[in-house]
């Protein structure tokens, strides 16, 4: 696939892209003979994947429960935190916060095991957010069409719309290097991608990656992304997971484990965080890869 005059264009503001890492093919990440395995199943769905630093894999059951499940290296899963309904979104933050969205419930909370939900934001309906490590959180808010700042470090946590006009904004994460915003879209083909500025508002706006479609008008159900220590990136999808190299050029697909079930979350965890974990309808896989993954605070 040949990348559009944006994606040339916005090259010198995508600091991940070096040029020891382009032009990667599937065939380079993926490991001979190594395939999907079910970590967990028997849910109704599975969504907001998410790795802390010692590679502990938690994810929550969104439409079957309350409970954000912990799932260690070994495989061992028990409920990490009780009574936070309907999580669409989480990621940890500075501090070991763990931050997570409740549509449903109309909020952002911080969740800690054993203490009452933190309440960060209020009265929007988040789908997915991310944190930098110097405490900038970013989420999505599908029905608005928006993606929205908040600072955590100030007093107040001031909400900012600094995105609008994408068809569905979904997933969302940071580049390699922290400094770039991805975000891609449930209904275009389209993977945006911003530059962060120092006070956290987003510049340079650019389609810079074009998701592959079932077919012509269909959506195409872009969903979580997560990044590699090479500055590729995967994005759910209605095809499966995506993968492009650094300078947005479709890498190929990774068939999705349960192709009739939506693909919605992904994220790299692992002792050495050397495993993809993806939440794929009532159930969560892993696959071990070449790649690596990255975290940001």
């Not at 879209?185 to 993977?191: I, T």
Request: overall charge positive; hydrophobic content about 35%; glycine content about 12%.
């Amino acid at each position: 696939m040949v990348p559009s005059i944006y994606c040339i264009l916005f090259a010198g503001v995508f600091y991940a892209c070096s040029t020891l890492a382009q032009d990667i093919p599937l065939n380079r990440v993926l490991i001979k003979d190594e395939g999907w395995e079910k970590v967990v199943g028997g849910m109704k769905f599975c969504d907001a994947c998410c790795s802390d630093r010692l590679g502990n894999f938690y994810f929550s059951d969104a439409k079957g429960g309350d409970t954000v499940m912990k799932v260690t290296p070994s495989g061992e899963v028990s409920d990490y935190i009780n009574g936070v309904p309907g999580i669409s979104g989480m990621q940890f933050g500075p501090g070991g916060k763990l931050y997570a969205c409740q549509g449903r419930s109309r909020r952002i909370v911080a969740l800690s095991p054993g203490k009452i939900p933190e309440l960060i934001v209020a009265e929007i309906r988040p789908n997915d957010l991310v944190v930098t490590k110097d405490g900038h959180l970013y989420f999505t808010e599908t029905s608005t069409r928006r993606v929205y700042h908040l600072d955590l470090n100030k007093a107040g946590k001031r909400l900012r719309i600094v995105a609008s006009d994408i068809a569905k904004p979904n997933g969302i994460a940071l580049t390699t290097d922290g400094g770039t915003l991805l975000v891609s879209d449930h209904m275009d083909k389209e993977v945006w991608v911003f530059r962060i500025e120092k006070d956290g508002s987003l510049g340079h706006r650019a389609p810079y990656a074009c998701l592959r479609l079932r077919s012509k008008n269909h959506p195409s159900k872009g969903d979580g992304i997560e990044v590699d220590d090479q500055g590729c990136f995967y994005v759910a999808s209605d095809l499966g997971l995506q993968m492009f190299d650094p300078t947005g050029r479709i890498s190929g697909v990774i068939l999705s484990p349960q192709p009739g079930k939506p693909l919605v979350s992904v994220v790299f965890s692992g002792k050495r965080l050397e495993y993809l974990y993806i939440a794929n309808g009532d159930a969560v896989f892993r696959r071990k890869i070449q790649s690596k993954g990255v975290l940001h605070w």
